[in-house]
């Protein structure tokens, strides 16, 4: 033990070189820095389906608000009546979709049609979801208003909205805006029910109980620490609302209902073409077709986007 210590080398003080002392040192971060939407980008465009449906829906959005500005498509227009060549054409080159009995393009009609629907979706999404989402907030932070609101979404989310989208469309006439209000005036009822759920839930956790005793005011609260986690529910909730509400239109102008005659959807153009079923079957099927397409883009980005928002998917 002796012998091992006397070959130690020896240590003498100019081996060590002296270190200023960075007091900013322990403020740095090692980790790098996080990027919520980086995140949710890097997440969403992970998928190449997603990024598939993305185009298409991307593809479909342009060509039902571009093209119709080309085409200058009129339900009503029946110029090529006389001309009994330009009728009941199956689709081909020069007549992508075929035409329908009044030489008109079904192309044209298609898409004009889309425009019409998807207009009045988003619309009514976006009108449902702000009112909901605000109304769900205030609703889930205070205990007076939340027995009476009770009151009021048990009374109403008794009765199909479908039934009541009827009733008002028919109590207010057909028409573009009377649709939207039809659909609009107890639709936010819903989303704002599912916020009002998720309010309580998140207010009573142990951060926000810690926040509140420390003197922050409710509002803050709710808009500070609670809104932000409910990204992807409200995402979520629109990537439901917007497929929703294009096939409540769908099924009122198949019915006659809503829409005046003279405005193209893709409701309206299922309607004139269904007895063609049999006979005529491209000026049915196409139709359905893009209406499929565009529910599904739209359902299937919106819960990709939805997903890539929860925080939960970012570890």
Known sequence: MAESTQNQPEILDSDFTAVKIDE???????????????????????????????FLMLAILLMSFIQPLFSGYNLNDVANINDFGARYN????????????DGKSLFDAIWAGAKTSISI?????????????????????????????????NVISNVPQLLIIIVLSYS????????????????????????????????????????KTL???LGRMV????????????VTQISLSLPSFISYEVFLSFLGVGLNAS??????????????????????WLPVLVLALIAVSLYLVGQRLADASDPRTHM
């Open 121 to 153: 979706s988003v619309i009514a999404t976006l009108i449902t979801t702000v009112i909901g989402v605000a109304v769900g907030a205030i609703w889930g932070t205070s205990k007076g208003i939340d027995r009476f609101m009770l009151e009021v979404y």
């Open 215 to 217: 003197g922050t005011g």
């Open 90 to 101: 199956w689709p081909n080159a020069k007549y992508w979709f075929g035409t329908d009995g």
């Open 263 to 284: 405005v193209p959807s893709l409701g309206r153009l299922i309607q004139t073409y269904a007895p063609y079923i049999v006979s005529y079957p491209y000026l049915f």
């Open 172 to 211: 207010f006439g057909n028409g573009f805006w009377n649709l939207i209000f039809a659909m609009t005036v107890t639709g936010w009822l819903g989303t704002a029910y599912f916020i009002r759920v998720q309010v309580m839930i998140m207010r009573d956790r142990e951060y926000n109980i810690a926040s």
């Open 24 to 54: 900013m040192a322990s403020e740095k971060l090692d980790t790098e820095k996080y990027s919520y939407w980086g995140s949710v980008g890097r997440a969403f465009f992970s998928s190449k389906m997603t990024i598939f449906l993305l």
């Open 223 to 234: 808009i500070r620490n609670i809104m932000p986690y409910l990204t992807s529910v409200i």
